[in-house]
């Protein structure tokens, strides 16, 4: 029936009543809705739950429109070093509301080294990099990422990737450009008389044997301020995609890694730091940044703990009671393991290998030790050695030796993390050359990804930081395959433990974590714990009898494809917080 013809006949407000009617069947029609709801009422009756509201609400939540992201949100939150560093979070639409889905912050601080002084001081001068990286969350990403799907991590971390190359460009141009002004500045100052140019010869002279030893430091690319934004919007979006999708960080991490997810995990091994020592420490030893324990294979994450808890209260007897050891002062170091008064490479080797055998542990058999040497920060570029300890200095060729004795009265060390600085090339390979057999040289690429590799090195150490994004870890996994491992940066977020989930999802064989003291590494550590409790609750855990071959003798597999059974978790890297 048609108003035109009665339109005397009928109010107003009964008029607009049926055409709302009929606005209303139309958008009824074209969206399903009747259809929608015969079928929920169906499968309602179907299966009679108790929480009838309850199980239409998730039955409809699985026809929703996917969440797409509506904003960004940057702020300055204070890590466990007490620095402050960037978060984003990430806000959905989901269901037509906007809520906040989750965070994550990386690690924004540059480990100052002897060969990274000048990269660090650049990137601090004159530009506060946390709040650079908070305006850039606030501002481009935020506008970048706006509507995109949180569920299609390679889009995102490509754009926020390719706003960073740009900017980093931008900024490189300008220091190139003001490099080329200092010269022409130089170029142009009077010339010095014949006098002061006798004088500079005859020193020239006098260094040159220092020169002619000593390799030049590589160049370094500086850490852009407000690099942290793109490693920890790229987190955060990975995370988020987690939570949509219903499914925990590590299992997500797994299927973007491999074209065919995994149908079962294997647990990383724990490397867990038993001392610290290095120059931070209260000792004249600066040599051994830490000593680090890899436990058996295929032992729980659970027992890896509670053997070397009890490992650290006989070694703190040890010290109490004062024996050959000869240590005086303990306090607990930022990497959570205590740090003693060692003056001599042999001394918290001495203290360990004590320990083991009062604890009944087989050291070289039962468990093993790695050593972190962080030689690159003991460099005297003056005198063109390595400051073992205070006021004892070792040319690259003397470390070679040192390290050769060290491993002959220790056989049980099985492997070095950086043993010199990335220029010593030579070193390395004689190094590897004498030990290589018995003892892995390890080396940390963070910093320099894309490095040239160095000669006689079996693995790398990789850490969470910067710009690196998720798609970054896992291209550098695939790319490494089977000796990659995962380290902790000198500062991490107090209560994040997205770490453990990324050294299981990226099929690390090794993980390490730090001492077993504080809240931002035990948090890590009990997920790992979690993990592994809840893949052996659904039966998709692999026991590993025999150590993955980073450590051992065995040569690296890395022609098996990512999706076969044997690589579902075989990229054999470590990951530290």
Not at 236 to 242: N, S
Not at 266 to 278: A, D, R, Y
Not at 332 to 341: C, E, F, R, V, Y
Not at 514 to 532: D, H, Q
Request: aromatic share 6%; net charge negative; proline share 6%.
């Amino acid at each position: 029936m048609s108003y035109r013809g009665v339109s005397g006949r009928v109010s107003g407000a009964e008029r607009d009543f049926y055409e709302q009617k009929n606005r209303a069947a139309e958008f009824y029609r074209v969206t399903g809705v009747p259809e929608a709801v015969e079928a929920a009422l169906n499968e309602l009756f179907l299966h009679q739950p108790r929480d009838v509201n309850g199980y239409l609400a998730n039955y409809f939540k699985k026809l929703s429109v996917p969440p797409t992201i509506s904003r960004l949100k940057g702020k300055a939150v204070y890590d466990a070093g007490g620095q402050l560093t960037a978060e984003a979070e990430i806000f959905c639409i989901v269901c037509n509301q906007e809520k906040s889905v989750s965070s994550a912050a990386v690690s924004g601080h540059v480990e100052i080294d002897s060969t990274s002084l000048d990269r660090n001081a650049e990137s601090q001068e004159g530009v506060d990099p946390v709040q650079t990286a908070v305006r850039w969350i606030d501002g481009p990403l935020n506008d970048m990422l706006k509507g995109r799907n949180p569920c299609n991590q390679s889009e995102v971390d490509q754009i926020i990737s390719d706003f960073f190359a740009a900017c980093y460009q931008e900024e490189k141009d300008i220091r190139e450009k003001e490099a080329e002004s200092r010269s022409s500045s130089e170029t142009d100052a009077a010339s010095p008389s014949p006098g002061a140019k006798k004088k500079s010869a005859e020193k020239s002279k006098k260094n040159s044997s220092t020169e002619k030893l000593l390799p030049p430091v590589e160049p370094t690319e500086f850490v852009l301020p407000g690099s942290s934004a793109v490693g920890s919007v790229s987190l955060a979006v990975a995370k988020t995609g987690a939570q949509i999708l219903g499914v925990p960080l590590y299992e997500y991490i797994a299927a973007l890694k491999n074209p065919t997810p995994p149908t079962r995990f294997h647990m990383p091994v724990s490397l867990v730091t038993l001392l610290s020592c290095g120059k931070n420490s209260p000792g004249k030893l600066n040599l051994l940044e830490e000593v680090i324990l890899i436990p058996k294979a295929g032992q729980p994450v659970r027992e890896i703990f509670t053997m070397t808890l009890e490992l650290q209260k006989e070694m703190m007897r040890i010290i109490n009671s004062s024996t050959k050891a000869g240590v005086v002062q303990v306090v607990l170091s930022d990497s959570g393991a205590p740090a003693g008064t060692y003056d001599r490479p042999e001394q918290p080797l001495d203290l360990v290998s004590e320990a083991c055998a009062n604890s009944g542990l087989a050291l070289g058999t039962e468990v093993h030790l790695v050593l972190n040497c962080a030689a690159g920060q003991l460099m005297d570029y003056s005198k063109g050695k390595y400051e073992v300890t205070t006021g004892v200095w070792k040319s690259p060729d003397e470390l070679v030796e040192l390290y050769q004795a060290l491993i002959k009265k220790f056989p049980a060390v099985v492997a070095l993390i950086d043993p010199f600085r990335r220029e010593d090339a030579v070193q390395w390979e004689k190094l590897s050359d004498a030990i290589g057999g018995s003892c892995a040289l390890l080396s940390d690429i963070t910093y320099n990804p894309k490095a040239s590799p160095l000669p006689g090195v079996r693995g790398h150490i990789v850490k969470h930081a910067h710009e690196t994004t998720v798609s970054d870890l896992i291209c550098t996994v695939l790319e490494h395959r089977g000796s990659v491992l995962m380290g902790t940066t000198c500062s991490e977020p107090c209560s994040d433990d997205y770490l453990s989930d990324m050294a299981v999802g990226l099929g690390l064989d090794y993980v390490k974590l730090g001492g077993l003291s504080g809240a931002e590494r035990m948090t890590k550590y009990n997920r790992l714990i979690s993990i592994e409790e809840e893949l052996a609750r659904q039966g998709i855990l692999v026991s590993q009898e025999r150590r993955p071959p980073l450590f051992t003798h065995e040569p690296q597999d890395r022609s098996s494809p990512a999706g076969s059974p044997s690589s579902e978790t075989a990229s054999g890297s470590v990951q530290t917080p």
